[in-house]
């Protein structure tokens, strides 16, 4: 099975740029990379997702190195409602199900 | 468009009784999901289905029970409660097939759950 690995804890001064890291060393040729996040748990929203190429959208930008092996979530200009926890999946089990790991928790600061 | 709905939103129980989660959503989604997500730890898999008349199971399946009579509802059946089934609850919907966009969930609001 693919397996993440996320650090702990994060902080991020408010507006500043959070780079949120996560190794994938493990993944798949045909496996994407999912980020969600958890804001006091409510239940996780997607954020975005990739297989090789950058990715942008209206919330993040998702950095993925060239031999897939890691990635890295940007928040360009976070807010204090930006602060929860951050999920990065590669592994899809189960049908099409997530698996789930601790995440990365993020603190913006004022 | 309500997207994915739980009811209740919380729930106490005593030991030994039984109580369904309900869940619906309005996509039009063929595979829906019920975690269950501990203190300080990630959401882990219950039951899951594919489809109207089709479930199987998940990472933690024990003591709960799933049919899914229809696209709409994936309700979670818990038999007979235990201490050890406190969590909380979130189903899950997503659009069937394999390609770019297909695999996003989309997650409900949760249940949270108390078995005293």
């Known amino acids: 099975d693919a397996k993440t690995t996320q650090p702990p804890s994060m902080d991020c001064a408010e507006g500043r740029a959070a780079n949120l890291p996560c190794n994938h060393s493990?993944?798949?040729?045909?496996?994407?990379v999912y980020w969600y996040r958890q804001i006091h748990s409510q239940g996780p929203q997607y954020i975005i997702h990739?297989?090789?190429n950058n990715e942008t959208n209206e919330m993040a930008s998702l950095i993925i190195t060239e031999d897939r092996k890691s990635s890295t979530l940007i928040l360009p200009h976070a807010t204090l409602r930006d602060t929860a926890v951050y999920y990065c999946?590669?592994?899809?089990?189960?049908?099409?199900?997530?698996?789930f790991g601790p995440g990365t928790r993020l603190s913006v600061l004022p | 468009n309500a997207g994915v709905t739980q009811t209740p939103k919380f729930q106490v129980l005593k030991t030994g009784q039984s109580m369904t989660l309900q869940c619906a959503q309005d996509?039009?989604?063929?595979?829906m999901s019920w975690y269950r997500q501990d203190p300080g730890m990630g959401l882990r898999l219950i039951h899951y289905?594919?489809?109207?008349?089709?479930?199987d199971q998940g990472e933690v399946p024990n003591g709960y029970n799933v049919s899914r009579s229809t696209t709409e509802d994936f309700p979670l059946r818990l038999l007979s409660a235990a201490p050890s089934q406190t969590s909380v609850y979130f189903c899950?919907?997503?659009?069937?097939?394999?390609?770019?966009?297909?695999?996003?969930?989309?997650f409900g609001a949760g249940t949270r759950l108390s078995v005293l």
């Open positions: 996509m039009n989604h063929e595979y």
């Open positions: 990739g297989l090789k």
């Open positions: 289905s594919v489809g109207a008349g089709i479930t």
């Open positions: 899950a919907s997503s659009p069937s097939g394999q390609g770019r966009g297909k695999n996003i969930q989309y």
């Open positions: 493990t993944i798949s040729g045909n496996e994407y």
């Open positions: 999946i590669v592994r899809v089990n189960y049908g099409q199900n997530f698996v």
